[in-house]
């Protein structure tokens, strides 16, 4: 082809191009009605990491560009994500804040906020290689207290480190840092947990302590009164209740889980939900309790920990 014709052609095909490209219409997350999960994770905007929300972050105000109606948020994410902090989603307003997908494992991190009147929060979402949701938590949060502030990153390892920094009136700070890693379980496990608050001694909340205990197995098995297992009665023939709460080792080992479990033999019962990858074995005797994991639990605590152990029973207080 001739040089000059050449030169007069090709811009006129890149206009062609540019028309049509213009000319695709991009899908409105808020309005489509037809929205897959592709177009959900596309319509938040690439960013490189590191990724981090400081307490300055929440006091600028969210691009209404960003925004995505809770309605959308709940096809994709599940509402349990947000109930710890916000409740009930309908008035929550949500803004697009980030999308970074790993190159070697292909999973993909969303970066969402939520806004409730004055509550603020930044979620870390995640998405698997086939699009497929997770799991997701809070990384970041508005502070209601002048002397603390939260922040919340992530690096280019991929890890998510929590971070709480507060201060007293005496001018001394204070730091609570929690690091992160997404798993091959699909969850974000805990890593690491650091910090140089004082320790302040709590009493365990046990969810079932009041609930009847007829069943010749119930009852409360213990080691001591930070690790103990909790049993009560079932309601049907077969069936109990448990609680189980360990913390061991200056706090490097801590954890809790609550269900229910059934009779598989004589006196040995099994913790076997078909939604979660923990597989408990329970096995009474007349001094007390063994618990063994058969399939890994660390949803429910730390790494290097594990619910296996012995348990005396722990007689019944008698009236007076």
Request: charged share 30%; glycine share 6%; with cysteine.
């Amino acid at each position: 082809m001739d040089p000059i014709i050449m030169r007069k052609f090709f811009p006129f095909l890149f206009l062609i191009i540019s028309f049509f490209s213009c000319s695709k219409k991009q899908k409105d997350i808020n309005n489509e009605q037809d929205l897959v999960t592709s177009d959900f994770i596309q319509a938040f905007t690439l960013v490189e990491l590191p990724v981090q929300f400081k307490e300055e972050y929440f006091e600028k105000k969210e691009s209404d560009s960003n925004y995505i109606k809770s309605s959308v948020v709940s096809k994709f994410i599940p509402d349990s994500i947000f109930k710890n902090e916000l409740g009930k989603i309908k008035d929550v307003k949500f803004y697009r804040k980030g999308r970074y997908t790993a190159e070697e494992t292909g999973e993909t991190y969303l970066f969402l906020v939520a806004h409730k009147k004055e509550k603020k929060f930044v979620y870390i979402i995640c998405f698997d290689k086939e699009e497929l949701f997770k799991t997701g938590m809070m990384l970041s949060e508005k502070s209601f207290n002048p002397s603390t502030a939260f922040e919340g990153t992530m690096d280019r390892r991929l890890t998510i480190t929590k971070l709480k920094n507060s201060s007293i009136g005496t001018g001394k700070a204070y730091y609570n840092k929690s690091v992160y890693v997404y798993n091959t379980e699909g969850v974000f496990t805990l890593i690491m947990t650091e910090s140089n608050e004082p320790v302040v001694e709590k009493e365990v909340y046990n969810p079932i302590d009041t609930l009847a205990m007829k069943e010749p197995l119930s009852g409360d098995y213990v080691q001591d009164k930070k690790n103990f297992i909790s049993v009560r009665d079932g309601g049907k023939p077969g069936k109990l209740l448990f609680f189980i709460n360990v913390d061991k080792y200056n706090k490097a080992c801590t954890g809790s889980l609550r269900g229910d479990i059934t009779q598989v033999k004589p006196k040995v019962f099994q913790y076997n939900k078909a939604d979660d990858h923990c597989v408990l074995e329970f096995t009474f005797s007349s001094s007390g309790l063994q618990i063994k994991e058969l399939e890994a639990c660390g949803n429910h605590r730390s790494v290097r920990c594990s619910f296996d152990g012995r348990y005396s029973k722990q007689r019944k207080k008698t009236k007076k």
